[in-house]
């Protein structure tokens, strides 16, 4: 098979498209003939060598991706050789064929066509998990969403309001913005321009934001505990912002706030929180929001494989709003 390869961490030029080993396919796996796999951050990283795989995982970048089943592992079974799906991976989407734990197989969503299916799995996966297993948002809560114009940001949106919250949105460009609010925030903070604290508590009456999802880390932890509703749940994805950061825990206590600090790539693929249980609830309940239309796919670009260093690109600037889509040739 055909996959993207790295010879040394760098920038977009080091990868390239070349030959490799078929992947092996251990008991409860499928094989997937992949269509198309999705651009995140954490492969960014991985390319820059700053995010290494979990053991045992891929080293080819790749966190989701749609395909057809090509071939059974031992003891699988509710799929069949030709179904079409969407799936999260731990690694290896950049390529022709990926082995998948069958617990992460997910089918296409009602109305969703193969090649977009591919920038579902983790966004969908890692809001879903966060934001409403983890953080038990509900009716009419504040969800405050940090990057709004981004993959997990323009999902969040929808699948906040799709469950009946408020939602609050930072982003750096109006245009963003604009975006943010066509997909249902209605509390909109160009973080180039104004504070998000005082934004939030003059739209909230003072109240602030029941749920956080934030995206930046460190240099935002003090200002998001400060804009914390009482009994307010924040949670931490990512660490655009730093790794470091001052928690005043007296501001916390006060409110009796929750912090969370959760990834996905690395979880186990079964048990307690694990990948499968996750998989599961989105299929059971995030799956039938996307098929009656509340929750969208949104894709800013579709680019082959082979120009998969344009795509890190685009997704590195401020120009996308929504996912970055790969597709592989067939040949």
């Known amino acids: 098979m055909y996959a993207i390869t790295i010879d040394q961490p760098g920038g977009p030029e080091v990868m390239k498209w070349a030959e490799q080993p078929d992947p092996e396919l251990p ?28 053991p045992g995982a891929s080293d080819v970048l790749g966190l989701e991706c749609s395909g057809t089943i090509a071939e059974l592992g031992e003891g699988v079974s509710g799929w069949s050789v030709g179904d079409q799906v969407c799936a999260l991976l731990a690694g290896g989407g ?29 966004v969908a996966c890692t809001v879903w998990s966060n934001v409403v297993m983890g953080a038990g948002l509900s009716r009419g809560d504040v969800l405050l969403v940090h990057g709004g114009g981004g993959g997990i940001g323009t999902h969040a949106i929808q699948v906040g309001v799709a469950l009946g919250a408020r939602v609050a949105v930072t ?45 930046m880390g460190g240099s935002y932890l003090d ?28 501001k916390l206590l006060s409110k009796r706030g929750h912090v969370t600090a959760a ?24 799956w039938p929001l996307i098929a009656e239309g509340a929750v969208h796919p949104i894709v800013s670009a579709e680019l082959p494989i082979t120009e998969a260093p344009r795509g890190h690109e685009l997704l590195d600037s401020a120009d996308t709003v929504g996912k970055v889509i790969l597709t592989i040739p067939r040949n």
């Open 27 to 54: 008991p409860g796996h499928v094989l997937l003939d992949v269509a198309a796999t999705a651009v995140n951050r954490a492969d960014l990283l991985q390319r820059q060598g700053f995010y290494p795989p979990p």
């Open 223 to 250: 200002r998001n505990v400060d804009v914390l509703a009482a009994d307010g749940r924040l949670v931490v994805i990512g660490m655009q912002g730093g790794r470091k950061g001052e928690l005043d825990l007296g």
């Open 171 to 215: 982003a750096g460009s109006e245009e963003k913005l604009s975006r943010c609010r066509e997909l249902g925030a209605d509390i909109l903070v160009n973080y180039r321009e104004a504070d998000f604290v005082d934004e939030i508590r003059k739209a909230t009456d003072g109240h602030g934001a029941d749920v956080i999802l934030d995206n």
């Open 263 to 286: 990834g996905l790539r690395g979880r186990a693929e079964s048990g307690h929180e694990g990948k499968a249980d996750i998989v599961a609830d989105v299929r059971k309940r995030l």
């Open 94 to 122: 950049y390529a022709e064929k990926v082995a998948v734990p069958a617990s992460q197989l997910l089918p296409l969503p009602e109305g969703v066509d193969l090649l977009v299916a591919a920038s579902l799995p983790e």
